[in-house]
């Protein structure tokens, strides 16, 4: 776990100190996670002359971690860290970390504490469920779709168990008269391939609203964010959405739930709450955002969207296309700094090092998890910046390894991810770091190397896993993409080169490798 202390003004340190505990549900990296302590740095700069705040934050990382051992252990570890720190509130950013924070919060007497997307509905005066206006969402959406969609006959909601796709679910049947006689066909009930085949039959111009994929009905994890570019890719395909989290993957828009708008009005209420006892309650969450590359992509005319709309990727001058980006690489490279230096220099516990174990190791390939790798990345993003070092990624990806599971166990599956790793120590550097990244992917940090020479290395690595007999399989293979990091760029656009030169192995018939 990490341990961030955000200062800003020292001359109103006192008397007006505000300390905030902040559970984010999944990494620093997440795009909801980013974008949202965006909105705490607006909410410091509305209050810097009537108060100090301090943000304490935690990152559960629940998309990798969500068994009930590992928050348990977190909770006593953060009562031990936070014994000596007074809060005057806590807020959770997700229904992960308002559920955790809602069942761990016993060392948190008589602070107030705003929950986000909480199921439950018993709270005390201090809790407040940040609820949205999903039904004006929806109802925004809709007007949007009919004023682009002239003559639409169906419309497909895609719809999974999640609480939330009930709830639009609902809203949709609700408002489906905005666009006359048009049909709610809701799409449920499928493997992730079963949804990519539907779709792709689907005739030109049909419209998609989509709501986030955690799960298929064989219970098989789905990057949502994958999933939604990939049903972005069938020509005539019109996809709308509630959330800014798909922008920029092949979504055109929406009324949507802003993370930056939100954590600003938690800190509000926060306030509020400290001085009056009470909160005010009353929150306006939706913005309209269009993505500018989806509006050109699918012809639709300027006239034909909302003149209150935020516009992603509309034009715009270097410096304000990159500002927050640097804020926050900055913000996070300066927090990581500061909490390795921590760790180094405090002797730990058995408890502290089971839980630091837990942190940073995979515990089946005993490699680099992404929490531990990061601090490594940012540290050669400074270096490029500074020196101009060179440093590149490859991202390696086991071909067909739902197959693996499936045809041979997970225990099968297992001895082929640990024998992959031990592959990769072989014939990587000592100064090379490799992490399991998530799943059957694996991430590897190559310090002073150019991306030919990465390539080299993923060529090698590839000739190497499909020559060698896995136990009880045979032959496998793996899809690799490169990436060299260029100076000023962040991580997240970093990584996206790799990504999608990946992609493009998997797309060019796997086992191969690409360089972007």
Known sequence: MMLLSFFLSPAFAEPN??????????????????????????????HIETASINYYFEYLDSTKIVYDTHYNDLSSYLRRKYGNIKFDGAIADNAEASSFLKQHSNYLPDVPIIYMSLKETTLSDRELNLTFEYDEAVRKTLLMIKEQNTELKKIYLIKTPYFLSEKIETYMKEYINILGKTELVVIQDFTIEELYERVSNLPQGSVLVYTPIVFDKNKQ????????????????IKIYTFWTNFIGYGVIGGAMIDSKIVATEMVNEILHYKKNKTFKNHFNNIRIVIDWDMVKKNNIPRSKIPHDSIIK???????????????????????????????????MSESRKKLKDLAEKDPLTNLYNRRAILPNLHYEINRKNRYNAPVSIIILDIDYFKRINDNFGHETGDIVLTSIAELLKKFCRSSDRISRWGGEEFLLLLPETSANNALKLAEKLRKIISEKDFHKIGKITASFGVAELKKNETFSQWFERADNALYKSKSDGRNKVTKD
Do not use: M
């Open 17 to 46: 100190k505000i300390n905030l505990l902040i559970i984010h549900g999944d990494t620093p990296l997440n795009r909801w996670s980013t974008k949202f302590d965006s909105g705490l740095t607006t909410a410091c700069s509305q």
């Open 221 to 236: 994890r789905i990057d949502a964010k994958y999933a939604v570019k990939k049903l972005s890719e069938n020509p005539g």
């Open 313 to 347: 990727k509309k034009p715009l001058s270097p410096f304000k296309v990159y500002f927050n980006e640097i804020v926050t690489i900055i913000i996070i490279v300066v927090s990581i700094f500061l909490v390795i230096t921590l760790f180094w220099l405090k002797s």
